[in-house]
């Protein structure tokens, strides 16, 4: 007899996948962080169950073809070390539901906070008219501030075909097609003459070094969307170079660089940023006003 015809309920399942995640040593880092939620979460998933169950129905016996898939999945998650969201397909970002594979990342960013409370107190919902996402990815960036800033006009820009096409799946599946543009290319290029309130991007930013030391599971990600050069800085460079050409005089720039802060405030110690906070934790992201970007790197964009 098999592992998974002794597992006969869906409680038997979460036991056991837990126990199994705690004793392969999971990192988790794409939509939970310990190893009970991401149980319930591929479980509850996999069977298409609301993720508020009544204790009764811990203990209803699953079908041969049921525990037969979670048996697969749960094993894929262990053996393979796939991010959890790749099973699933799906990660949640500033309270939606996106579609995600392995031709994208998966949406994390503590950006999704900053969105959730309308980039206040930068912006102004009825004043904002245009957004910029640099390295869209899956879309979740773009999405969500269409669906904060329901009048605004929101440009997503990526070099990868593959993400486009992951970015577009979620356009149609949110109703924003109207309000949302995909552009196919390198950060600005595809953006002559284009000006935005804000310009938001979470851009490639991990180091060499640092890539080589994370978890397993961050491997299964494509590494042109995580990977930024010797410092992790190579995109964030040029979208401070480049920024102020697209910012409206009262416009905002918002870039998430992880753990390259500290490399980017040493490179610009005269540089203000305002480095942001999250109530639910996580940071290395900062601000700059369009009048900061003119006086500091307006002389470099000329060149």
Partial sequence: M??????????????????????????????????????CYLIWHSLHLPYSLHNEVLDA????????????????????????????????????PFYVDERVLVPRSPIAELIENHFQPWLEVDKTQNILDLC???GCIAIACAKA?????????????????????????????DQVTLH????FKPLKGKLYDLIV??????????MQELPLEYQHEPQMGLVAGKQGLDFALTILNEAA??????????????????????????????WLEFQRGGGGIFMLTAEQLKQHFSAKTKG
Wanted: proline share 5%; net charge negative.
């Fill in 2 to 39: 098999t592992e998974h015809n002794e597992l006969l309920t869906i409680r038997d399942f979460t036991r056991y996948a837990v126990s199994r995640f705690q004793e392969a040593g999971l990192y988790y880092g794409h939509g939970t962080d310990n190893a009970w939620d991401e149980a």
């Fill in 61 to 96: 016996r699953l079908l041969q073809a049921e525990r037969e898939k979670l048996y697969h999945l749960i094993q894929k998650r262990v053996k393979e070390r796939l991010p959890l969201a790749y099973l699933t397909h799906e990660a949640w970002f500033a309270g939606l």
């Fill in 136 to 138: 869209t990815g899956s």
């Fill in 149 to 177: 800033f329901p009048d605004a006009q929101v440009d997503a820009t990526d070099i990868s075909p593959d993400a486009l096409a992951v970015a577009k799946t979620n356009i149609l599946r949110h109703h924003v097609e």
């Fill in 184 to 187: 196919e290319g390198d950060l």
């Fill in 201 to 210: 991007s979470n851009p490639p930013y991990v180091s060499v070094q640092e």
């Fill in 245 to 274: 050409q697209h910012l409206r005089p009262e416009g905002v720039l918002i870039v998430e660089v992880g753990n390259s802060e500290e490399a980017l405030e040493e490179t610009f110690p005269e540089v203000p940023f305002t």
